[in-house]
């Protein structure tokens, strides 16, 4: 029903140009607007912002999507994983029985701990490279930080020393994990380089320090009577990744899982 | 049977164009782009039906404001990049709609961006922001008034001189 005597509101000409207005009022609004020069302007400098709006952004809509946002690599953020020498040099260091898993080798189906690997990695490259809010409860306030994820957790959180690696603890926060909250411990050396120590209750009962990679981090993982750990950093130095790995280790099976 | 991720994956320049105009920086635009995929991603079991694209808008303008709320504290600067020489008439446009966002409160941002660039509907938006579909209709009013004066601002040529 076309109603012109009603007066036209500043809504409806937002309506107007964003396709939102009923039918039966866009006659009243264009009556409006032709009788109406200031109005008629508004209405045309909104147009033209929009496709301002367009011409800068488009672009950007055009451009390819960058490798990082790839889905395939978000959805299946698993490159490679490698079993090999390296978990077999660990598993001197590990008490039980590692050679079971080593029989298994690649064939095995990715266990429920692989996929907490995959989440803590997950964890690890989205904030290591965050500069200015790496974590939630800075590494200054420890005591509060191991006080809160312990809470949390359900079991005991004690941020390993690992001064004796060169590095320091920045912090922590607390992230939803596969079947529980995780803790997320961030250290950090003198050069900026990042390892990040993520632990949650897990289904595995206790297994030995396995290793995987992706892209360009690396992670040791194992659990502990039911507690997942995993130890996750640059992947450039192994040697590094397991010495790091080893402290964390010889620190968590002091504290309990 | 990946229909919800080839759905995603459809959405991911829409995505990115929005949260460029959102942010106006490249990195932190594609940094939330990719945490709003991750989330979508990991999140697929809560994702019952309805509209893809709107949940899509919804995680990404809530992990914005997230970032922005952490940020309050600290004093924001605008970015030099742009100001560069001899830029065209449609980059001197570009820059100049760039800056007319900045000067917009987040909210009000979203709702003209999601109306004007990404075409999502009064009421979609309302249920992204979780405010009645009049608030989003006053934010929409008040960014487009903002924007017409920081544009004219911009432009001491076009204005009256003495």
Redesign the interface.
Known sequence: MTEPNIPVT??EL??YI?N?LPVERRGAVETWLAAHPEDAE?VR??RA??E???????T????P??Q??E?ER??RPQRRVLYGAIAATLAAFIAGGATGWLAHGVSAKPSSLQAFTLDAL?AHR?YV?EV??PVEVAGSERAHLQQWLSRRVGYTIKAPELDGSGLKLVGGRLLPGPQAPAAFLMYESPTGERFTLYTSRAAAPTTQMRYVTRASDGALYWSDRGVGYVLSGPDDDKNRLEQVARAVYDQTEKSGG | MNTF?DS??AM???L??YA??LTRDADI???L???T??RA?RSKRLFLGGDLRSWLYTILTNLNRNRRR??AR?PSFAPLQDATAGASG?EA??R???RA?ATLVDDQRAV??L???EGL??REIADIQGVPIGTV?SR??RA?AH??AA?EGERPALRRVK
């Open positions: 500043e809504d937002h309506a964003d939102e508004r400098s909104w912002m929009a301002a709006l367009h011409a800068r952004y488009d950007v809509a055009d451009e999507v960058p990082r946002l889905i978000l959805a997950e989205l490279v200015r809010h | 991720r995603v994956e991911i320049p829409a990115r164009r460029r105009a635009a594609d940094d782009v990719q945490d995929l991750v991603l952490s940020l600290k449609t446009e570009g100049d709609i760039a966002l003209l961006l109306v004007t660039l509907s009064y209709m929409l009013a487009r924007m017409k544009l």
